[in-house]
């Protein structure tokens, strides 16, 4: 018998830039849905964290290093990043506004409302590949967690950032030696190998234990310098 506490209860439905997000809560836990695509709850955050930890253990001891976060979704980065006194500067780019609004004045506030409080923060409203190719602004690492992985893109548009091109302009943000960290669903020798050929480096994938199937990873890279 299905009850209340088992069916997912919509709270906010919006019509974004890049089409249908809804946050929606189900039990105890909160739920973010893009275009019928379920992207992230708050079940966990270990993969969240890990890609932020992992980013900053590449960096070999660089002092106050400053971070690009790819992805708002329901906090855990920035979180965690904002919890870590060794981090800088934390810039979040988020491309809807919905969840931007979900986190300052909704129940991801939860999550969120002590990083956002600080000072450190920043939370840029506009699509990642279009910041990474038009900022002036460079950064120590780059964690990327915008899609379900390299090869499973929210939406199409997003599969630019992953090619040589993207990848390029995200190395262009990247101070000399600075880590891009990008999350996945799934391993991708594929996209180990487009890395190299964009001319990164020390290119590995650290894999993310799952209670079952196929582990979570995050697949590193260092610009030269």
Not at 46 to 64: K, T
Not at 74 to 82: E, I, K, P, Q, R
Not at 132 to 145: G, I, K, P, W
Request: aromatic content about 6%; some cysteine.
């Amino acid at each position: 018998m299905t009850t209340s506490y088992d069916t997912p209860v919509v709270i906010d439905r919006s019509e974004g830039p890049y089409g249908e997000v809804v946050l929606r809560r189900h039990g105890a836990l909160l739920q973010i849905i893009a275009n019928g695509c379920f992207l992230m709850d708050t079940s966990d955050g270990r993969s969240e964290r890990l890609l932020v930890d992992a980013a900053y253990d590449a960096l070999d001891g660089r002092r106050d290093p400053d971070v690009l976060i790819g992805g708002l979704g329901v906090g855990f980065s920035l979180a965690h990043a904002a919890a870590d006194p060794r981090w800088g500067r934390i810039t979040v780019v988020e491309r809807e506004p919905a969840v931007i609004g979900w986190h300052r004045a909704g129940p991801l506030g939860e999550l969120s409302a002590a990083a956002l409080a600080d000072p450190r923060t920043d939370i840029v409203e506009a699509d990642l590949l279009a910041y990474v190719n038009e900022t002036s602004d460079t950064y120590d690492a780059l964690c990327l967690d915008i899609d379900n992985g390299p090869d499973w893109t929210v939406t199409e548009s997003n599969e630019g950032l992953y090619a040589n091109a993207g990848l390029a302009s995200c190395a262009r943000v990247l101070k000399p030696g600075g880590v891009l960290a990008v999350w996945s669903a799934q391993p991708s020798p594929e996209f180990e190998g487009t890395l190299r050929n964009a001319g990164f480096q020390r290119v590995r994938t650290e894999e993310i234990p799952v209670a079952r199937g196929v582990p979570d990873v995050v697949h590193l890279a260092v610009r030269p310098g």
